[in-house]
Structures are given as structure tokens and as C-alpha cells.
């Protein structure tokens, strides 16, 4: 009895050797991300089990004796296995559906180049495939002895080489149909339910981390009271310009995205393409400046002679002063992204609604120091989002978007309408972007990189007399001053609607779990 399994398994051995040593095949280059590596793990496991492997060397060089550069047609392989002595050809390819990445592997039959039979590995990632290293030659032994070398001449007379180990010709069976783009069942390593339950890949989860530029030009034409200005003599209206223009591609962004899609962790998902998303932006790095002009500096009486000049209204010694610079931005809404597509590829679209706000805010206890007729005002936009967009993948792993979206105002912010306008109405927006994406499956399940180019626009109708009106007592560190009046009716300040525009360009590095 002890030595039962020892002479079986050496028996084993004995039997499954010359198997081994009759077989000579070829392994052809593999499809799909990660081939070379999969391929490889696979040519290993067949040389630790005795199969000879043809050389690649080998292979090209019959391959251009017999004039071909790849083998497409069943009647191609017959000639390379002749010239090879080749018995089987492996080919593989790995795709992917939905949430699961298959590995398949076709072999052909050396004699009339027809599929003898194929194996799959399947998983949620990548790494799961790399069970081709453990089980790859069991899953071909069968299907290799299968598989025979073309005839050969012997003595003027054709005559086919015979695998000693293939099963009876009673025994065997069909050769299996071409795969479908399903994993066969009973061989997938991952439940089969997993790739019907998400074939368009929808996402359940999707971060990214977000770094880029903003870019902002502003620019507004303000009419004054001349009293106010040289030579200080009311009565006149004097134009000026209110500009803030960025540097460059303007100034650093940091922030992050975050997409929920509650449905589609669930089995049978109803809704997949329903989700909830939140931005945030907030800038780094910004600074603006401008000409200084204390409001206790007095007129020099040289200069200015005898007229009455307000306190403030000119600026004898300007010097550039800093002022503290903060940008930040928050949306939160509804998006639903339906992908109307056979596949991953889509095209998928997209609709947006959600509230959200762009501050764009200068100090104001540095804009007291500056000269009034460049004090650009804090803005602080409020804004309901309705928007859309298509997205569609050029490659399983390129994809290409836009979008569009309009912006219903709700606020402008109280400082702006102290300094430029206080019966100043709801400011109005558009948003038009464009994104390229990359599915960086090579490096982990899930990753990618976006390169997104935005621009968007508020334009605000600023109306009514700032805080510090005509006649009145206005403090010495007021910010604004009050706008020309006939009468009671305002009829200066900024009479055009005011296109604020800003220009930002945005890298997105992220994850999504599906």
C-alpha cells in the first residue's frame, strides 16, 4: 500500500513525458494590454511541463520563406508547421467586459491550421490573469494532444505524423466553436453575473485629484463725477477703465472631483447612470497689485490751488502696494450619464444640475490702499448649473469629450454691489470645455488622466449708487465712491453688462471603481 502513489505518480510521469517530447509548438505574439507579460508567464508554464517551444527566431524566418509576415488564413499555418515540424499554434488576446478582464488563448492544429479547442482566464483586474503562470499547461494538455504535425515525405510516399499519447479516433470530439465575447462558462475565474451585471463599464465610485492654471481678463468702462478727479470741478462726466487681466495662463489651481453612482454596486442595477457629484477648486499662488493712495494723504496745495478736492481723490506719491488674492470654487449636484453605446466605449452622455459658487475676492482692508480708479471690487458668484455633454472612446482606453452648461445667477456678492451697483440685478453664465481622457489600465485597474481646456464666462448688469452716495458723510476708508446723479437718477458708474471670462486649463489624475 505505501507504495501505490509513488509508482502511480511515477507512472504518471512516464506516460506524460513522451506527450511532452512529441509535441513541438508555437506560441504567437498575444493582443491587448499587458500581452508580452501574460504570454510570457504562459510560455513558462508550458516549458516547466516538457512542451517544446518553437524559437521566435525559428518562426520569423519560416514565416518569411514561406512569404508571410502573419498568419490570417486556416491554409497559412500547414506551411509554417511543415517547414517547423510544428504540431500546435497558441495564439491569445486579453480584453475586457465591464468590471472583468479576460484572458483567451485559441490553439490550432499544426495539420490543417483549424481551432482545435481554447481556454480563458478571467478576474476583476489584470493581476488575476497571471493564474496562466499556475494552470496554464493543464488547461492545454488536452487540447495540445489534440492538436497534429502536417504530413511529411518518407520515401516518395506522404505519411502523417501520429501522436502515440492522442486519444482513439472514437474518442475524440468536435473542434469548439470561435469563442463568443463572453468568458465560456464553468472556466471563468470571476462570476460570470460580475460582467453582465456592468458590460458598459459604469463607474460606482470616481476621485480625481485636479492641478492646473486659471486665467481671468475683466475689463469695464466706468463713468465718474469730475469732481473727483483733475481739476476737480463737478458737473463733468469723465470715463475711465476698471481692467484685471492675469499673467501667462494665470495662476495655480489645486483641488479635487468626487462621482458617486449608488445603483451601480448593486446586483441588478436599475439606474447606474444616476450619480452625484461634487468639484472643488482653490487657487495657490495668486497675487494681484496695484498704485497705492492712502485716503489721509493730502493734495499737494501746489498742484491743486485753490479748489476744494475730497479727501482721497488724489494720489500724491503712488507706490504699488500687494493686495491678498483668493479664487476658489464648489459645485455639487445631480449628473446622469447613460451610456447609449453597445460597449465601454459608449458614446456616453452626460447631464448636469447642482448649485454652485466661484469666489474671485481681493482684500478689501488692502483695497482701502489703493487708488480708486483701480479697485476692482470682491465678486462672489452664486449660480444654479444645467449642462450637458458627449463623451466618446477613440480606443478602449482613449476617449474623447465636450460639454456645454448654462449658468443661472443667483448673486454677485454683497461687497460688489456696495462698490459698483447696489440694486445690481443676478449675473448669468455659459460653460464650454472639452477633455481628452486616457484609461491607464497598464498601471492599475481603474486609473486615468484627463487634459481639459474650459473657458467660462459671467456677465453681471450693474445698476444703482454705491454705498457712499453724493452729499452725504462717507468714511475717509471707504472703498467706493459715490456715482455721477441728475437728480435722483444715476447716470454714471458701469452702464454695460460686464463680461467677466476666465480661461482654465486642468489635469485630472484619478481612479474609478466599476
Known amino acids: 500500500m505505501p507504495f501505490r502513489v509513488p509508482l502511480f505518480a511515477l507512472a504518471l510521469v512516464v506516460g506524460v513525458v513522451p506527450l511532452a517530447s512529441a509535441q513541438r509548438v508555437v ?12 504570454r510570457g508567464l504562459l510560455v513558462q508554464s508550458l516549458e516547466e511541463n516538457g512542451v517544446e517551444l518553437v524559437p521566435d527566431a525559428e518562426v520569423q524566418s519560416a514565416m518569411r520563406e514561406a512569404g508571410f509576415r502573419t498568419l490570417r488564413e486556416e491554409d497559412d499555418y500547414p506551411r509554417v508547421a511543415q517547414a517547423l515540424g510544428a504540431s500546435a499554434f497558441v495564439s491569445g488576446r486579453v480584453s475586457r467586459a465591464g468590471r472583468t478582464w479576460v484572458l483567451r488563448v485559441n490553439v490550432r492544429s499544426g495539420a490543417d491550421g483549424m481551432r482545435v479547442g481554447v481556454a480563458s482566464w478571467s478576474g476583476r483586474n489584470l493581476a488575476a490573469l497571471r493564474a496562466v503562470r499556475r494552470s496554464g499547461h493543464s488547461k492545454l494538455a488536452e487540447v495540445l494532444a489534440v492538436a497534429r504535425a502536417p504530413a ?24 469548439e466553436t470561435p469563442p463568443s465575447d463572453e468568458p465560456p462558462s464553468g472556466e471563468p475565474e470571476e462570476p460570470p453575473a460580475d460582467g453582465a451585471r456592468n458590460p458598459k463599464g459604469y463607474p460606482g465610485i470616481r476621485f480625481g485629484l485636479l492641478g492646473g492654471t486659471l486665467r481671468r481678463s475683466m475689463r469695464a468702462n466706468v463713468l465718474v463725477d469730475s469732481a473727483f478727479r483733475p481739476p476737480f470741478e463737478p458737473g463733468m462726466r469723465l470715463e475711465e477703465e476698471r481692467v484685471y487681466r492675469s499673467a501667462g495662463v494665470g495662476h495655480l489651481e489645486m483641488g479635487f472631483s468626487f462621482e458617486l453612482f449608488p445603483d451601480a454596486f448593486v446586483a441588478n442595477p436599475t439606474v447606474p447612470w444616476l450619480g452625484l457629484v461634487v468639484h472643488y477648486r482653490h487657487s495657490l499662488l495668486l497675487d494681484s497689485e496695484g498704485p497705492s493712495c492712502l485716503p489721509s494723504q493730502e493734495p499737494d496745495p501746489a498742484l491743486v490751488g485753490d479748489v476744494d478736492v475730497p479727501r482721497g481723490a488724489r494720489c500724491p506719491n503712488a507706490d504699488v502696494v500687494p493686495v491678498e488674492t483668493t479664487q476658489q470654487e464648489l459645485y455639487a449636484g445631480v449628473r446622469l450619464e447613460p451610456n447609449v453605446g453597445s460597449d465601454v466605449r459608449g458614446p456616453w452622455l452626460t447631464f448636469d444640475a447642482g448649485y454652485g459658487f466661484f469666489k474671485f475676492t481681493l482684500d478689501p482692508k488692502d483695497l482701502v490702499l489703493l487708488d480708486r480708479t483701480t479697485i476692482v471690487p470682491p465678486l462672489d458668484y452664486r449660480y444654479v448649473n444645467v449642462g450637458a455633454g458627449i463623451r466618446y472612446g477613440l480606443h478602449p482606453m482613449v476617449f474623447l469629450g465636450a460639454r456645454f452648461a448654462y449658468r443661472v445667477g443667483l448673486d454677485v456678492g454683497a461687497d460688489a454691489r456696495r462698490i459698483w451697483g ?60 459715490p456715482w455721477p446723479e441728475t437728480g435722483d437718477i444715476v447716470d454714471g458708474g458701469i452702464r454695460d453688462p460686464l463680461d467677466d471670462d476666465y480661461l482654465r486649463l486642468t489635469l485630472n489624475i484619478g481612479w474609478a471603481y466599476r
Request: net charge negative; aromatic share 12%; with cysteine.
Open 27 to 38: 506560441v504567437e505574439r498575444f493582443g491587448g494590454p499587458q500581452a508580452a507579460r501574460l
Open 152 to 175: 511529411t515525405e518518407v520515401g516518395g510516399r506522404t505519411e502523417t505524423t501520429a501522436d502515440p499519447n492522442a486519444p482513439p479516433w472514437y474518442a475524440r470530439t468536435e473542434p
Open 422 to 481: 447696489a440694486s445690481t440685478g443676478r449675473p448669468s453664465g455659459l460653460q464650454v470645455g472639452a477633455e481628452l481622457r486616457h484609461e491607464m489600465t497598464w498601471l492599475a485597474d481603474g486609473a486615468f488622466l484627463a487634459i481639459g481646456v474650459e473657458w467660462f464666462r459671467f456677465t453681471t448688469v450693474f445698476r444703482g449708487q454705491t454705498a457712499c452716495r453724493a452729499g452725504s458723510e462717507c468714511a475717509e476708508y471707504d472703498l467706493w465712491e
